[in-house]
Each structure stands twice: as C-alpha cells, then as structure tokens.
C-alpha cells in the first residue's frame, strides 16, 4: 500500500458566475521514504495540489489517503493532529516566529502540541547539526541569512518525525548557490529520516535532485519521469518541459 494516493482529485473554485478548475482527476500515488517533485507553470494546480494533500483545503470531489485512512473522514481535530504529528511543511517564506530563537522556532510544532522542549533537546540538537545551525541555535530570524532562515523551516519540518514532508517553492526566495545548498539538505535528510517529500517547484534544477518528478499542466498530470541514477538531468526537464509546452 502506497503511503499516500488520490483518486479522482477535483478542486474547483467559483468566480462570480465562473467554475474554475484548478485540478482536474488527479490519480497519484507516492510511496514512503521517496522524494517527489511537481512541476507545472503558475496556475498548473502544483500548491492547490500540495495544500490539498496536507490538509489544508478540501477537494471538491475524489478523495486522498493517507496509509489507507480517507483524510475526508476524519473530524476537524483529528485533522489537525495529523497536520501536527505526521506532516511537515516547508514554505517559500519559511513563516519563522520573530521573537523566537532558532531552537524554539524548531520545536514551535511541539510546543503547539503541549509537548516540552527540554524533552525533546536531543533531538532538536541534532536536527540543529543536521542542517548545519548548532552555533545559530540562540539567534533569533533577523540574526540569520535568508538560507539560513530556510534551514531553520526544515529543521522545523521534520521536528516531530513526520511521515512525510510537503515543500511548496522551499527556494523560491534564495539566491543560486542557497538554493542549492538546501536541495542537497533536503535529500539528504529525506535519505536521513527514511521521510517522504513532495516538492513543488517551477525550476527544473530543483526538481532534478528528486527521485521521481510529475508535471502538471492545466490541472492534470500530464507526464512522469522516474530517477534512475543520482540525479535527473537537467536538459532532460527541460526538453520535457519544452514537449509540453511548460
């Protein structure tokens, strides 16, 4: 059984008197411990499709599982403790808490869980090591770079041992050699933890480093390529992209 699948997966929004289709039957599975990318231009459906996979929207039609559990029957609070306990989100702009220090904004989930953060010093600590910030762990966000921040949102991320990782853009904001720093970071720590991750991305370089990519076009899945080696070429994205007139 996949970790995660949809069936049928519709959203639609109303604009006066216009349906908007944002996604359109999206048959998806994703198999634990993989690192997935989506790709697909502005207005493709790649964050519809991410926030109605963590939780954070409703579909208007199909249906989306979770280790065989329909999130569509679950009561709101059972909803939100699976948004707190088994998934992770990283964000474009890495929505860090000003006033915290680093440590505390990567233990925030465990304190929103009436969980300690003494408890927890282990292994916030070595997510700290992890992503490289054990000497930034008493900054505060406007101490650190904006690569930084985003290694603080990863750590985050994976603070409560998710099953799996939703990334909507996590580069989006960061210069070349940041960004590429944190792709590396979140593959390895996919590899780390044995966490699934599904990235959305525009930039074919970001989705090279996944295992398998998906490409969405009007709200379909309109093509897939798997990983076979350590990396997906670039040029290879690219001239997909190209054929499909991404």
């Known amino acids: 059984m996949p ?3 949809t069936e049928d997966l519709t959203k639609e929004y109303q604009m006066g008197e216009v349906t908007v289709t944002a996604l359109q039957k999206i048959n998806l599975s994703v198999e634990s411990g993989g690192f997935v990318a989506i790709m697909g231009p502005s207005g ?7 926030h109605l996979l963590g939780g954070l929207d409703n579909p208007t039609s199909g249906e ?45 989930p465990l304190l929103i869980d009436g969980q300690s953060l003494q408890h927890h010093r ?8 992890l ?3 054990e ?13 930084q921040q985003q290694r603080v949102a990863i750590a985050r991320a994976f603070v409560n041992n998710p099953e799996i990782v939703l990334a909507d853009e996590p580069t989006g904001n960061l210069d070349s050699n940041a960004g590429t720093a944190i792709l590396g970071l979140l593959k390895r720590t996919c590899k780390e933890f044995q966490t699934t991750i599904i ?13 398998r990519v998906i490409f969405l076009k009007d709200g379909q899945i309109v093509h897939q390529i798997q990983n076979n080696g350590d990396r997906i070429a670039v040029d290879n994205l690219m001239a997909i992209m190209a054929h499909l007139e991404i």
Not at 44 to 50: A, C, E, N, V
């Open 3 to 5: 970790l995660l699948h």
């Open 44 to 50: 493709s459906g790649k964050s519809t499709l991410l």
């Open 64 to 108: 989306i599982y979770l280790n065989g559990e329909p999130l569509s029957k679950m009561a709101d609070d059972e909803l939100t403790k699976l948004r707190r306990r088994k998934i992770g989100f990283i964000f474009q702009f890495y929505n860090l808490i000003p006033t915290l220090t680093t440590i505390e904004n990567v233990g925030l």
């Open 122 to 129: 282990e292994h916030i600590a070595q997510l700290l090591k």
């Open 131 to 133: 992503v490289g910030l």
């Open 135 to 147: 000497n930034r762990a008493n900054h505060h966000p406007d101490q650190l770079s904006g690569g």
């Open 199 to 211: 990235m959305v991305t525009h930039d074919a370089r970001a989705a090279s480093y996944a295992d």
